[in-house]
C-alpha cells in the first residue's frame, strides 16, 4: 500500500476540549505523521459552505454550519500507508451513537456528543481525491505527494509538541 496524505480537522467541540495531543497521540501509535498543523482558526463561512456543499439540502444542515462557525479549528495534514481509510477508521463513524455502538475506540466515540450531529470532534477526507482538494482548500497549496513531508528527525518535535 502506498503512502499517501489525507486531511484532517479537529472540529470547534475538539478544540473546546484541548483534544489535539490527544489526538495526534492517536495517529503517531499508529504509524501515521502528522505532517503540517495550522495554528488554531475560525473559519469564513464561505469555505464551511464548500467544505459541507455535499450537505447544503440537508434539514441539519444550518444546524451544521453554525457549529463549525461557533469556534476555532485545528487544520492538519497526516500522513502514512493508506493514510485515508485507516485515519477514517481511527475516527469511527460520522454518528457518535453508532460510534459508540460499533467502534468504542474510536475518537469520536469517545470525545463526541451523541445528542448533537454535527458535533463529532473531527473531520477526516473521505478518499484520496478529497484528500488533495481539502488540503487545498485549507492549506492554499498543492500536496501531491510527500514533497513537504518531514523527515523522520524532525517528527521528533512534533511529537513533542503533542504531548504537551
Ligand atoms: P463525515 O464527517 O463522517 O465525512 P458527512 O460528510 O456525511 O460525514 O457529514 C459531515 C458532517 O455533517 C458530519 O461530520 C456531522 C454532520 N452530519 C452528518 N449527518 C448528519 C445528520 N444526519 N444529522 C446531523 N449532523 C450530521
Ligand atoms: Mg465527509
Do not use: W
Not at 17 to 29: A, T
Not at 57 to 83: C, H, Q, R, T
Not at 101 to 109: G, H, W
Amino acid at each position: 500500500m502506498a503512502k499517501e496524505v489525507t486531511y484532517v480537522m479537529i472540529k470547534p467541540d475538539g478544540v473546546k476540549q484541548k483534544l489535539f495531543s490527544k489526538i495526534c497521540k492517536v495517529f503517531l501509535e499508529n504509524d501515521l505523521d502528522v505532517i503540517e498543523i495550522q495554528n488554531e482558526i475560525v473559519l469564513k463561512k464561505d469555505i464551511v459552505r464548500e467544505h459541507y456543499s455535499h450537505l447544503l439540502n440537508e434539514s441539519f444542515y444550518p444546524d451544521l454550519e453554525s457549529f463549525m462557525l461557533s469556534g476555532p479549528v485545528i487544520p492538519m495534514i497526516v500522513y502514512g500507508e493508506d493514510a485515508v481509510s485507516k485515519v477514517r477508521a481511527l475516527i469511527g463513524p460520522t454518528n457518535v451513537k453508532k460510534a459508540r455502538e460499533e467502534s468504542p475506540n474510536s475518537i469520536r466515540a469517545l470525545y463526541g456528543n451523541p445528542d448533537f450531529g454535527p458535533a463529532n470532534v473531527i473531520h477526516a477526507s473521505d478518499s484520496r481525491e478529497n484528500a488533495l482538494i481539502e488540503i487545498k482548500r485549507f492549506f492554499n497549496k498543492e500536496l501531491q505527494r510527500s514533497k513537504e513531508v518531514l523527515t523522520s528527525s524532525s517528527i521528533i518535535p512534533l511529537s513533542l509538541n503533542c504531548a504537551i
